[in-house]
């Protein structure tokens, strides 16, 4: 029988439970990079010898950081140089890149030619996790200019042979203008050229061939950011570094008139509409590739092929003007061979691009020559990679396709290829297809042994949240004498086949959990109790497992929750216990909020709806503050009276102080003045003392009051963080939750052990629901770029990823911890157990969770790869984020008492 008055809501049980699912989770999160993203890099590889025959002597490489490829080829006569360069000199065409569409991962992959390890992003945009090869690290010398952000990255090698030139962290303010930075990149590169001559020094090295320029050109990412691509100012931006190029190689080919000079013009990534990027959407996965200069081909038509390997061109949209030329789509590793092959350096040694022969200028024969050496270095890392996992594994099993070509390879590496050129073309190139297919095999080689286990972790932990509901005190062991022992044997067999395959520490973890949670179960039920739980109440578990699939179909169209908004007003409807009013107020609002997940997520600015919206929360403080005073003076409640006088009026200051403060502020950075430290300095008390007085509320006061309070508290620092209308979704989903917390209260309730049963799920899935309305209703968690930067322009304008980071994930939760607090209300009001419901609550999300883990794909398009990424950890982060959120209720809820009517 449940016993719902036994489940105290902090007994030693639900503690140990609450930890030990944080550390689940976390873990959960870990594995998905172990299965699926290992890190690429295979370490001690040699060199491949570069081709005889050196095209040129030098490379110029501009990298226009988030130029879009559409914006910048639309732009027929604006950007006349390389327009110019397009149609009569050299090459162009699309670089893909792989999500996480950031500057980093996008540097990486075109310099170095691989696809970084996700590590990366948590030791620093400047830090290398593993340190590995580059195009500058085999050139003779490396000159580079621009963003501290990007430049050490690839300046860390032995030698001294990588020259930086880097203007300070705090240009890269959002509020200025970004065409300064590439001013500075232009004006201290003519500096250097200018000057060359009298340097000593660096002359000798300047005459020398194998050597690179760098200029990195942060100025367009950085109005697109702060302007968008939409506006002039992006467009404007680009204009200004067609025109800095186009001086930069009078520069360049004044200094070196021998025209052994290339210059090859890319982007990291593009940006989305909202200025936001980092999703596998075309607009970020698209970026320009522009090459000409000295051993790359000329312009081609339409109808004639650059060469005897080019099938196709792909035909360029009709608005880009450029459809009359041949176009050249590669991937943004291909980049590195490329380079690589232009100045004669060894291909980096782990890198996976494939040389882009269409851009070449050269025989056919020098073509293949040089696709050969592409296939020999990746054929390195294979043999390596074989030789590595043969050490550690107790049984190995080669990849099926790589022994029917190992003979041929040997055979090519040591002979050449003899057949016709196309036919060698040909071959080659299928080798290089098969032989990445094997590095990712050899990557992912543990993955079905890793996804077993961690699949049968996730069904222990649900089968052990379930018996938890069950044994709602500390359970009773059965079996534990015989459990242990086979337990034990078992994780020590399993433990000990890691450790001679030299498997990673976190493995012994990821194994613990199936093991432990599968003791628990087997030590605290039986046969008759497993029988009796779950299919007692089929019914009830088929509705509970179509909710969660129905919440998972959500993830992938928005409008899902719209629809469950609309069932839930259907569902209060029919209930005969509310009062009229009240229904009328929950169809009218409930419909609102609905409305929000039907809105588009890419939305422009709407600073005045911000300001009407933060006025309105204002005046409702005002009213929650005439109700609240009037019930304790009838109540004869003075102290309290006098509190809630005092702390109202402040909220309703605070809310009023916000709303000037982003008024100004957007005038100021709309005009490009920037951020006072005046008005920073406001913006950061008001999030401190906002989050501050939800945690100081006397324990005395009532429930009403209590959601009044948090509502008008964290409404200041949620309208510092809103642009548009999300400020409005904030005031109508606060309604929503009030009406929730009243209707509750007029639901009657019963002894009869089966209604409070319903009673707990209908209330926890309605939870549930609000709670992922919080976050749909103004993005979609499938898309990093769904969230404004601009949000934290009131805060930090300088760019900091990691603080805005967290102030974008501060604004995500701040409806969240809303929602937390109603939750916990109705079940204050209704004096159930806040801890039952912590285990509906993990047992549903933890069902999403593991559905998501079979839906991570490593294959398909990027953006279907980015967004199974995000559906994975970001579910497993708010069942984290769930743990914290019921502590962060339950003190705010501290000793409530019902002292209202309203509460």
Known sequence: EFDWRKMTDLNKKVRKDIILGLIFNIFCVISIFDIYFRSPIVPGLQPIDPHPYVPAKRLVLFVGDGMRADKLFQLKHETKFIRNIIETQGAFGLSHTRVPTESRPGHVAMISGFYEDVSAVTTGWQENPVEFDSVFNQSRYTWSWGSPDILPMFSKVEGNHIFTYMYGSHDEDFSQDGSKLDEWVFDEVTKFIETADQNSVMKPKLEEDNIVFFLHLLGIDTTGHSKRPT??????????????????????????????TAYILTSDHGMGDKGSHGDGSRENTETPIVCWGAGIRGPSQIHQPPDIFSSESIKSPSDWNLDHLWRNDIKQADIAPLMSVLVGNSIPVNSVGVLP???????????????????????????????????????FKEYYELESITTDIENLKENGCDDDTKVCYETISSYIDILLRTLNYYHTYDRTLLQLIVTLGYFGWLGYLSLSLKHTTNSKFIYKKKVTIISGLL?????????????????????????????????????????????????????????????????FYRSVFSFSLLLLTLIMIINQDISRYMLLNWVIWVPSLAIFTLLPVDFGDMINLVLITGLVIGAIGFLLLDVSVRNYIFSNNSAVSKYLFRERIVQIGIIICAVFNVSYISVLIDTGHGLPFLN???????????????????????????????FISLGAPYILMSISYESLFYMIFGIVLHLWISLEKQIPDSNDKNFKFYTHFRITLTYILFFWVSFYGTGNIASISSFELSSTYRFVTVFNPFLMGALLIVKILIPIFLVSVAFAIVIRNRNYSIAYCIYIVLILLNMMSVTFFYLVKDYGSWKDIGESISHFCITNGFIIIQLLLFSYS??????????????
């Open 231 to 260: 506006s002039d100012d992006y467009i404007d931006n680009i204009i200004y570094v067609d025109r800095g190029i186009e001086k930069m190689y009078n520069l360049f080919e004044e200094m070196y008139p021998d025209k052994d």
């Open 357 to 395: 022969l269409s851009f070449l200028k050269g025989s056919d024969t020098y073509k293949v020559e040089n696709l050969l050496i592409n296939m020999l270095q990746i054929y390195e890392q294979v043999k390596k990679q074989s030789d590595i996992i043969k050490e550690q594994k107790m049984y």
């Open 491 to 555: 994780y020590i067999l399993l433990s000990f086949i890691l450790y001679v395959t030299f498997s990673p520490v976190q493995y012994y973890v990821f194994l613990f959990f199936p093991t432990y949670f599968w003791w628990c179960i087997a030590c605290t039920t039986n046969f008759k109790e497993v029988k009796e739980f779950f299919f007692g109440r089929v019914r009830g578990n088929i509705a509970l497992a179509l909710f969660v699939q129905f919440m998972v179909l959500g993830f």
């Open 680 to 710: 920073q300095l406001i913006s950061w008390t008001i999030l401190l003392v906002g989050f501050s007085y939800t945690l100081f509320i006397p324990g005395d006061t009532s429930n009403f009051d209590t959601f009044g309070s948090v």
């Open 890 to 903: 339950s003190f705010v809820m501290r000793k409530k008492e019902e002292k209202s009517k309203f509460s």
